[in-house]
């Protein structure tokens, strides 16, 4: 018999039962459904996750002032002192394989736009800034350093600040107030969700460092900044350039081979591995269920082949009688076996499909189905209705002619 | 029957019986069945054999069609040495030598006649085309044409035989195994069914091999062998013998 030939009495025998064949292809249907499913959303949080590390820069060093543990009796937990400068931010500047190095000083301000106000974070950035975030506008445009050079008036806000003080209204041009002082805004930054703390990125308005530091953020000393931020050429530099700019920062705070660094470097590579590690994990978590539930759809249409072949021991019985050979009972049903998963592979993805189209309308995931994945369980259906269905099908194929003939 | 004899090589039987033994082992006992059976059967043969239950005539007609090999002892059929081939060899002799007819019909459920008559076909590795074309003109032979399309429940006991017999006949085999044809009919239709047997073993030179326990269906036949032990008692004329 051809392939043909057996496909289409396959597919006559699981019309004989539809019921049965129909039940038996549910636990594949979940099965499929469920590991196509699992995959996508892991793969969506992995994208998701991804996307805000990205957005948070990579190979990125944050240097706060103070330090967690310091000597000499007195401890000032990260951030609590003043003593980084645009000064230090200068000399980072010369470090090897240091790309982008953005001193940063922030402070909570009242704005007020001509429709609104707004309680949000100014803060007094380099375009180098934008650069280590590789953020860009949604509209407008970015300050360079030339808005630096002229201590220009000019902000860039977020989407959150930009609903909240201008409404539906395109905010490009628009004066708002900080400290009183006008500020025209030259651009509104893409979307980009809360950061991997939960704070939300959008909810902030970057204005040129040198008019922050003049006219808006004043600090108790001049020329420090909250913190500064250091990336590094590439992943693998990152240890050399912590090293140098420890050294670089503690010769230039003057401190003594025993005393402990007064500021503290945050190592954001770290967080990005762990928080990958996390999506990794959630995907085959979420995978190693679906296969589970794909599992025990096999196992059920073992159980049901099983059945089936002791039903139709008679059938098989005259078939052998008539002249099939063991290759031939085998192929009908395994065919069987594998048309049943196949089918069930199919409706599986269609079910999948629903479910990812689903969970993208109820919740902020944005879900979408990989080829891959589909892929891999349809090429899993059908390898479960070979492995699975291959039992049953040797059985029936070792039936003796005479004793099958004779059964009942 | 003697037409279509004298056109076939006189001194080729097509199935030789020598010796053959078979017994089934259960646990430590050994229960012979078949206790050396010696027979001949010649080309277009009308052979009717005989016996009451247990005396191994199923056994003997499963061995006679390669559904089971012999414990000991030769069978050659259509010249081929069959006792020690393989399953898949046995499968292969049963499809292109030998046309099955059965008590109870043994047609495919599900299937509509054409393609139950056209099955030995499929396994011979015809295409599904070719083997319902062929099927299709044996089941207008048989008078069955119309009903291609039925399935085996929607016709009468008597035109399902009818079918198992079309089936039997689509691979051109030389040699037809006809197990009690004609124990779930009635009487008016077991004429009917027997008189089909005996145009084809006339008309066309197929060997005829039937195994009932009815005097009047064995009748039929031209020659009778009768068991009894797992022993040839009787191998002559059906005329001759106390039927």
Redesign the interface.
């Known amino acids: ?2 392939f ?2 057996i496909s ?1 009495e396959a597919l ?2 699981m ?2 039962n539809k019921l049965r064949t129909s039940l038996t292809m549910l636990g594949i249907i979940i099965g499929v459904g469920a590991v196509v499913m699992m995959l996508a959303i892991g793969e969506s949080v992995r994208a998701d996750i991804n996307q805000r590390i990205a957005s948070m820069g990579s190979n990125l060093f944050i240097i706060f002032p103070g330090s967690q543990t310091s000597s000499g009796g007195v401890r000032v937990g990260r951030g609590g002192m003043q003593n980084l400068t645009e000064g230090d931010a200068l000399a980072l500047q010369n470090l090897e394989n240091v790309d982008y190095v953005a001193p940063v000083i922030q402070r909570g301000f009242q704005v007020q736009s001509g429709f609104s106000n707004w309680n949000t974070m100014v803060y007094g950035v380099t375009p180098d800034f934008f650069a280590i975030k590789a953020w860009d506008t949604s509209s407008g445009s970015l300050f360079g350093d030339m808005e630096i050079r002229s201590i220009s008036r000019v902000a860039v806000i977020g989407q959150s600040v930009a609903t909240n003080l201008f409404g539906d209204f395109d905010p490009i041009g628009q004066t708002i107030r900080i400290q009183n002082r006008p500020f025209e805004v030259i651009g509104v930054l893409a979307d980009k969700g809360s950061d991997l703390g939960g704070s939300d990125q959008d909810d902030s308005i970057y204005i040129p460092m040198s008019t922050a530091r003049q006219q808006v953020i004043r600090q108790w000393f001049p020329g420090s900044v909250n913190y500064i931020m250091v990336q590094a050429q590439s992943a693998r530099t990152m240890a050399d350039v912590k090293y140098d700019l420890t050294q670089t920062l503690r010769v230039r705070h003057r401190i003594r081979e025993d005393q402990e660094d007064d500021f503290t470097v945050r190592d954001l590579s770290a967080i990005a591995e762990a928080a990958a590690g996390i999506a990794t994990g959630l995907t085959l978590l979420l995978g190693a269920i679906g296969s589970i539930s794909l599992l025990v759809g096999g196992i059920g249409i073992m159980n049901i082949m099983l059945v089936s072949v002791t039903e139709r021991t ?2 098989i019985g ?11 009972v085998l192929l009908q049903f395994l065919t069987e076996a594998v048309v049943i998963c196949v089918c069930g592979g199919a409706i599986g993805v269609a079910v999948a499909y629903l479910g990812t189209l689903a969970v993208s309308n109820f919740s902020p995931l944005k879900v979408g189905m990989s080829t891959s994945g589909i892929v891999l369980a349809f090429g899993f259906a059908a390898a479960i209705g070979v492995f699975f269905g291959f039992y049953p099908a040797k059985r029936a194929a070792g039936l ?3 004793e099958a ?1 004779r059964y009942e | 029957m003697a037409v279509a004899a004298a056109a076939l090589p006189a001194h080729s039987p097509l199935l030789r019986l020598k010796g053959v033994r078979k017994s089934y082992v259960t646990g430590d006992i050994e229960t012979p069945v078949l206790k050396g059976i010696d027979l001949e059967i010649g080309r277009g043969e009308f052979v009717a054999i005989m016996g009451q239950s247990g005396s191994g005539k199923s056994t003997l007609m499963n061995i006679l069609g390669c559904l089971d090999t012999p414990t000991s002892g030769e069978y050659s059929l259509d010249g081929q040495e069959v006792s020690t081939l393989s399953d898949d060899d046995l499968a292969r002799v049963r499809n292109r030598t030998i046309g099955f007819v059965f008590q109870g019909f043994n047609l495919l459920k599900r299937m509509p006649l054409i393609d139950n008559v056209g099955l030995p076909l499929l396994y011979a590795g015809q295409d599904r085309a070719h083997a319902r074309s062929r099927a299709q003109r044996r089941l207008e032979q048989t008078g069955l044409g119309p009903f291609a399309f039925r399935l085996p429940n929607q016709i009468s006991g008597g035109q399902q035989q009818r079918v198992a017999i079309a089936r039997a006949l689509v691979n051109d085999p030389p040699l037809i195994l006809a197990d009690e044809p004609t124990g779930n009919l009635d009487t008016q239709t077991s004429v009917e069914i027997m008189n089909l047997f005996t145009e084809l073993n006339q008309s066309q030179g197929i060997t005829m091999l039937l195994v009932t326990h009815e005097p009047d269906v064995a009748r039929y036949a031209k020659r009778l062998v009768r068991l009894k032990d797992g022993l040839v008692t009787y191998d002559g004329p059906v005329k001759d013998a106390h039927l």
């Open positions: 018999m051809n043909t030939q289409l006559r025998a019309g004989m008679r059938e005259i078939r052998m009688a008539l002249g099939a050979n063991r290759r031939d003796k002619p005479v003939l």
